[in-house]
């Protein structure tokens, strides 16, 4: 079982920078692909980044390319989402997921992702 908790959200200016972390517990960290996905109001959950166990793999959705960047620090336990130009359609509450299997590539398929965190507000006025 791992638990996720994220952290790092907040209210921030168009054009400002955000970024957000979330830890794992449990054992064998590596072995996860880690993504992040979001949810604005009113709307389904989309894909937004993801990371495989190396780093190796980092699929973004068209929406944030070039602005947002994935890491994670093995040794932490801890993946990080790095949001720059924020724009206000970025304004949603960011969960990230943990998919229990040591993959070559990064999933972006919220179906593929065993374990989840709670999320955390994101909100970018204009």
């Known amino acids: 079982q791992v638990q996720l908790v994220e952290s790092g959200g907040g209210l921030v200016q168009a054009g400002g920078s955000l970024r957000l972390s979330c830890a794992a517990s449990?054992?064998?960290?590596?072995?996860?692909?880690m993504a992040w996905f979001r949810q604005a109001p009113g709307k389904e959950r989309d894909f937004v980044a993801a990371?495989?166990?190396?780093?190796?793999?980092?699929p973004y959705a068209d929406s944030v390319k070039g602005r947002f960047t994935i890491s994670r620090d093995n040794a932490k336990n801890t993946v990080y989402l790095q949001m720059n130009s924020l724009k206000s359609e970025d304004t949603a509450v960011y969960s990230c997921?943990?998919?229990?299997?040591?993959?070559?590539?990064?999933?972006?398929?919220?179906?593929?992702?065993?374990?989840w965190g709670q999320g955390t507000q994101v909100t970018v006025s204009s």
């Open positions: 997921a943990a998919d229990n299997n040591p993959l070559i590539i990064a999933g972006a398929q919220a179906s593929e992702y065993d374990y």
């Open positions: 990371i495989n166990w190396s780093g190796s793999s980092t």
């Open positions: 449990g054992r064998n960290f590596i072995r996860y692909t």
